[in-house]
Nanobody
Framework: QGRLVESGGGLVQAGNSLTLSCKVS????????MGWFRQGPGKEREFVAA????????IYSDSVKGRFTISRENIKNLLYLQMNNLNFEEPAVYFC?????????????????????????WGQGTQVTVSS
């Protein structure tokens, strides 16, 4: 079972940018779809973005589309979330998650789940706070 460790959270002014990282200690990282989720105070965990194992397919929630970018470096076992133009509705704990490892070419190219139930492994989360 792999271990996921997020980093890069912190305090940022509204309108500014922040990049989160997730280090995965799994040799088969390149076969796993990866996702970012967030949970704000008093809210349920919500989908933010997902990326296929190959990195060729990216999916975003409507609320972050055009402002956030998910990416991965398979050779380094790293997942990223570039967040631009952060707003006051986005302070939350951000989690990275790994879905089950895949094997077929089509799955590796295209699979990027949105549902939390599709993800097996989760990090502990990193806090993002947005100030005025």
């Amino acid at each position: 079972q792999g271990r996921l460790v997020e980093s890069g959270g912190g305090l940022v002014q509204a309108g500014n940018s922040l990049t989160l990282s997730c280090k995965v200690s799994d040799r088969s990282f390149s076969s796993h779809p990866m996702g970012w989720f967030r949970q704000g105070p008093g809210k349920e965990r919500e989908f933010v973005a997902a990326i296929s194992p190959s990195g060729l397919r990216e999916i975003y929630s409507d609320s972050v589309k055009g402002r956030f970018t998910i990416s991965r470096e398979n050779i380094k076992n790293l997942l990223y979330l570039q967040m631009n133009n952060l707003n006051f509705e986005e302070p939350a704990v951000y989690f990275c998650a790994a879905s089950r490892g895949l094997t077929t070419i089509n799955e590796l190219l295209n699979t990027a789940p949105k549902a939390p139930s599709e993800y097996e492994y989760w990090g502990q989360g990193t806090q993002v706070t947005v100030s005025s």
